[in-house]
């Protein structure tokens, strides 16, 4: 093949590559002067964020007692430049501000990002006090556990579960792809996927955590434990008019106080599993269990049967 011919290929390539047509829907034409959302940044702001609120665990390890409030509000300067930046980033790519003139768009947005950045920030002790209960959960919740310092600096569901914290109130405030981003940088880290949009109360954990997947409509009540493999999923996509899938309905289970889920068990659709449930390991569960009920799965000679220890249905 000649240069000539190689370099003709190259070109009808590009120009198909190029069609209009070809770029729907895959095409972000950045604006300049409007900051990008930065995988980069958001990195950055989730260590900013573990040394803040598990200070001298994450970040500077030769923080002491005499020096934490420097420490923290070093870092908080930090993080809210670096946060209202991303969330005025998110606010411009989704095009939220509609302003008639570009520079009036940006400033309405730095405002709104500055607003919401504060707004965050102002959770995070909040945000400490249940991330506290999940430590605490995961450490009387595995006897292989020495201390909760272990719990903080080796387990994967503390990282997963910090960055959806934050995610979570940024998604409260209507920040469009960054509370996304934020909960997929955990799933990349950990094999734990939780949606930001998810409701998740204090005292949760997840032993080993691999695999596990909370969809975006979940509810998860108080002093719940997942196991490794376990998917909080919806069962089915009611469809339009244009047969397309609906948006925002919900469509993922609610589980209450004080529920067990075994691994690789799947519970799919708008279903309520009651107070104090378990769920065994690598059952299906479609329909509702009442509080306080089990269901597992037992081997018998001559079929794999599940059911309900209270002796109710499936």
Known sequence: MSSQDITSMLTDTIDELSEEKSLKGLFHEHRDGDPLPSGRDLEEIIDLSRSILFPGFYGDFNVKQSTIKYHIGVNMERLHKLLTRQIMAGLLFNQDCHCAQPLEEQQLCRSNAEIIAMTVLGRYP????????????????????????????????IKALTNYRIAHELFREDVPLIPRM????????????????????????????????????????????????????????????????????????????????????TVLGRIHIGDGCIVGANVWVTRDMRAGTKKYRTEKPDKLDIFFEDGGGI
């Not at 450490?139 to 201390?147: I, R, S, V």
């Not at 998917?231 to 009611?238: N, V």
């Open 182 to 265: 934020m909960t997929e940088l955990a799933h990349s880290e950990t094999g734990i996927d939780i949606h930001p949009a998810a409701t998740i109360g204090h005292h949760f954990t997840i032993d080993h955590g691999t695999g596990v997947v909370i969809g975006a409509t979940c509810v998860i009540g108080d002093n719940v434990k997942l196991y490794q493999g376990v998917t909080l999923g919806a069962k089915s996509f009611p469809l339009d008019e244009n047969g397309k899938p609906i948006k925002g309905i919900p469509r993922h289970p609610i589980i209450g106080n004080n529920v067990i889920i075994y691994a690789n068990a």
């Open 126 to 157: 909040e945000i400490r006090r249940a991330l506290s209960s999940d430590v605490e959960a995961a450490f009387e919740g595995d006897p292989a556990a020495k201390n909760e310092g272990e719990v903080i600096c080796c387990y994967p569901v």
